[in-house]
């Protein structure tokens, strides 16, 4: 059965499109959740006075670690695309790297963001959490100023992104599983042209038909060919002609 080659074509560039996809939707979320972060706890920071109470700050704080290193990552897969003389190669190198960090974590930064978010979720309930405070602050003109609705809409916004992190890295696991056939062919046609290079080609000189020279005018005739041929009785060399014996 002979491969059809433009469609493998077809699947490999829009495999590269859907990793071109999910690595900016990857850079985007990050980006999106530590940008939220930070401005909730600088302004909570600078209004932290106006509170009867100091807030619970460290949900967002453990958000903010996890887009912190998530962001590391995506960046330098980015920037490697634009930055580096291998360009798309480099970039899938560093990105393999990531991946393989995500494949011994993947499932680990499912459950880190599903609870990180679930977590910073949960406790928005209670009234000391940044996120309950502010909102219930900036609904019921508790704290004069916008800087609490800002710290409100962050806050939503880190729980969105939170769970669409969550939702990204389960389509990546999805996408991963699905191409695992197609990589397992490709090792393994890999690995018998390898094994086809290193073998000595004296193996393949055993194999063939030796070659002995005739005389002069005949110059190199494999045996077999003589035996299966004749020469016909002509002594100009230019008319040598061969019929069937």
Request: some cysteine.
């Amino acid at each position: 059965m002979v491969p059809d080659y433009r469609s493998d074509s077809v699947a490999k560039r829009r495999i590269r499109q859907a990793r071109v996809v999910l690595r900016g939707l990857y850079f985007l979320c990050s980006a999106m959740t530590l940008t939220s972060c930070v401005i909730a706890l600088v302004i909570y920071s600078e209004n932290a006075s106006q509170f009867p109470e100091p807030l619970e700050i460290w949900p967002t704080i453990m958000v903010l670690i996890v887009a912190s290193i998530s962001f590391a990552l995506c960046l330098s897969v980015i920037l490697s695309y634009f930055c580096t003389r291998g360009g798309v190669k480099t970039a899938n190198v560093i990105d393999r790297y990531r991946f393989f960090f995500h494949w011994s974590t993947i499932l680990g930064f499912i459950i880190v963001w599903a609870v990180t978010t679930s977590v910073f979720h949960v406790k928005s309930g209670q009234p000391q959490d940044l996120w309950a405070a502010t909102c219930t602050a900036a609904k019921n003109d508790l704290i004069e100023g916008n800087d609490i609705w800002t710290i409100c809409t962050a806050s939503i916004w880190i729980s969105g992104c939170g769970f669409t992190n969550v939702g990204l890295h389960v389509f990546e696991l999805v996408v991963s599983l699905s191409i695992l056939p197609l990589q397992a062919l490709r090792m393994k046609l890999k690995r018998d042209i390898d094994q086809a290079e290193r073998t000595p080609m004296s193996s393949y000189m055993d194999e063939a038909t030796p070659f002995e020279p005739k005389s002069l005018d005949e110059s190199w005739h494999r045996v077999d060919y003589e035996d299966r041929f004749r020469k016909v009785d002509n002594h100009s060399f230019d008319s040598i002609k061969l019929q069937v014996a």
